[in-house]
């Protein structure tokens, strides 16, 4: 079952900015990590039980670094994330399904998660990112 929304995934180009610009819209911090294997820097922000995402590029070769560029330089609503119990049963329904997905397998993510990413080729234009939490 998908029971929330995890968080919405938005792409800035400098990360220091976008986390004044949060915090002057009176979200609630919950701090930054380097996540290595997307080649982004995070930073969270609380609503309810769900979070706002902050991406930064760490490295040009990075998914946001394309998707900035291909914004005109701006940043933008990069992904919806929602919540799985079971990531690899979810994959698996979801190539069943028909859907393409990114994420073959699953891939580690901020706060320890497990994410896989399906294309927005197959879901109509929105790129999805299913998380297991990491105590789930
Ligand atoms: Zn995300």
Redesign the pocket.
């Known amino acids: 079952m998908i029971s929330k929304i ?4 938005i792409a800035v180009p400098n990360l220091e900015e976008g986390i004044e610009i949060y915090k002057s819209m009176g979200f609630e911090y919950c701090g930054r990590e380097v996540v290595e294997e997307q080649n982004v820097e ?1 930073a969270f922000f609380k609503i309810g039980e769900s979070m706002i ?1 902050l ?1 930064a590029p760490t490295d040009p070769s990075s998914p946001i670094a394309r998707f900035i560029q291909k914004n005109g330089g701006k940043g933008g609503i ?2 919806i ?1 929602v919540n799985v119990p079971d990531l690899k049963s979810k994959l698996e329904s979801l190539k069943k399904a028909g859907l393409q997905l990114i994420d073959e397998t699953p891939k580690t ?2 706060h320890g998660a497990s ?1 896989a990413f399906v294309h927005p080729k197959s879901t109509g234009g929105v790129l999805f ?1 299913f ?1 297991q939490k990491k105590d789930q």
């Open positions: 995890d968080h919405l995934g995070t995402e991406l990069a992904h994330a993510g901020a994410i990112e998380c």
